[in-house]
């Protein structure tokens, strides 16, 4: 099976600093990659990449396949007509994604337009109501015209998903879409993007710090660290049998009900475990860096 996306050799730079060295990626049509680490791993500017929503002061390197194109190679009409089309993203904190000045409906609806213009103003308005009832918004009807701030969190991270996938993409990026929510919300929402992924056939790439999370969502996970990748494989193999001293070091950093309250938290391996090394395979579909 050809991947839907492959990134390959990607590098990211901004003036003298690598963000992203040499990242080599793929994610399978239907399929879910957890990538995680700790903030300022290169994560999020991988999915802004991916996007081609980086500052142009970016400097990139490699290859970003999406369906066999070359996305690092297109216009910048080619990748909007891809963006928001066959792939979206659900971005962190929906209170600033979102316009707080527009309502809901509308901000649904344009998402439509921008990339639908021929559908009538009737044919726009019920793909809204139905995405608001994907996401399990209530009362979606009566609240076309609600703006952002009258929906609890939940709800507001609700209309993001529904904006993203309004317009049937084949992959989905979360860049953190449960950080600023609370556990019940929280396992809510994990388990929208679980029925979406089945309904629709989505592809996802899931990004997040909180490996508990990932282990709900992911299929695979890759694990980076100060822009390198040490780590990836199937989401059992990484759970179970974690091979770079990086990834035992915040597996063993998640506090369970067995924890000493007394002890002090573990700590994340030092930079000196974590960089450099070859990239090699450990077993079927588990590779790992050192």
């Given at each position: 099976m050809s991947a839907l996306l492959e990134l390959d050799q990607l590098s990211i730079a901004f003036?003298?600093?690598?963000?992203?060295?040499?990242?080599?990626l793929r994610i399978e049509p239907g399929e879910s990659l957890g990538l995680v680490g700790e903030s300022g791993s290169g994560k999020s500017v991988t999915a802004l990449a991916i996007l081609r929503l980086l500052d142009p002061a970016a400097r990139m390197h490699g290859?970003?396949?999406?369906?066999?194109?070359?996305?690092?190679?297109?216009s910048s009409d080619e990748m909007r007509k891809i963006r928001?089309?066959?792939i979206s993203m659900i971005f962190q904190e929906p209170m600033t994604a979102l316009n707080p000045v527009m309502p809901i409906g509308e901000q649904i609806a344009e998402a439509i337009r921008t990339h639908q213009p021929e559908r009538s103003r009737r044919e726009v308005r019920d793909a809204v109501i139905e995405a608001m009832t994907a996401v399990a918004l209530p009362e979606p009807e009566r609240r076309l015209g609600d703006y952002p701030h009258q929906f609890s969190g939940g709800q507001r991270q609700r209309i993001l998903i529904a904006m993203a996938i309004v317009n049937r993409p084949r992959l989905l990026i979360a860049d953190e879409p449960t950080t600023a929510l609370d556990v019940t919300v929280q396992a809510q929402i994990l388990d929208l993007l679980?029925?979406?992924?089945?309904?629709?056939?989505?592809?996802?790439?899931?990004?997040?710090?909180?490996?508990?999370?990932?282990?709900q969502v992911a299929d695979?996970?890759?694990?980076?660290?100060?822009?390198?990748?040490?780590?990836?494989?199937?989401k059992?193999?990484?759970?179970?049998?974690?091979?770079?001293?990086?990834?035992?070091?915040?597996?063993?950093?998640?506090?369970?009900?067995?924890?000493d309250k007394d002890r002090p938290l573990a700590t994340?391996?030092?930079?000196?475990q974590t960089d450099g090394g070859e990239w090699r395979q450990y077993a079927d579909g588990h590779w790992v860096r050192g």
């Amino acid at each position: 099976m050809s991947a839907l996306l492959e990134l390959d050799q990607l590098s990211i730079a901004f003036q003298n600093r690598n963000a992203v060295n040499e990242l080599t990626l793929r994610i399978e049509p239907g399929e879910s990659l957890g990538l995680v680490g700790e903030s300022g791993s290169g994560k999020s500017v991988t999915a802004l990449a991916i996007l081609r929503l980086l500052d142009p002061a970016a400097r990139m390197h490699g290859s970003i396949r999406f369906a066999g194109r070359d996305l690092l190679s297109l216009s910048s009409d080619e990748m909007r007509k891809i963006r928001g089309r066959e792939i979206s993203m659900i971005f962190q904190e929906p209170m600033t994604a979102l316009n707080p000045v527009m309502p809901i409906g509308e901000q649904i609806a344009e998402a439509i337009r921008t990339h639908q213009p021929e559908r009538s103003r009737r044919e726009v308005r019920d793909a809204v109501i139905e995405a608001m009832t994907a996401v399990a918004l209530p009362e979606p009807e009566r609240r076309l015209g609600d703006y952002p701030h009258q929906f609890s969190g939940g709800q507001r991270q609700r209309i993001l998903i529904a904006m993203a996938i309004v317009n049937r993409p084949r992959l989905l990026i979360a860049d953190e879409p449960t950080t600023a929510l609370d556990v019940t919300v929280q396992a809510q929402i994990l388990d929208l993007l679980a029925d979406l992924r089945e309904r629709y056939s989505l592809a996802m790439l899931f990004i997040s710090h909180d490996l508990a999370v990932v282990s709900q969502v992911a299929d695979r996970v890759a694990v980076m660290r100060h822009g390198l990748l040490l780590e990836e494989g199937p989401k059992t193999a990484i759970f179970q049998s974690p091979q770079h001293a990086y990834t035992r070091s915040l597996l063993g950093a998640i506090p369970t009900l067995r924890t000493d309250k007394d002890r002090p938290l573990a700590t994340l391996a030092g930079a000196a475990q974590t960089d450099g090394g070859e990239w090699r395979q450990y077993a079927d579909g588990h590779w790992v860096r050192g």
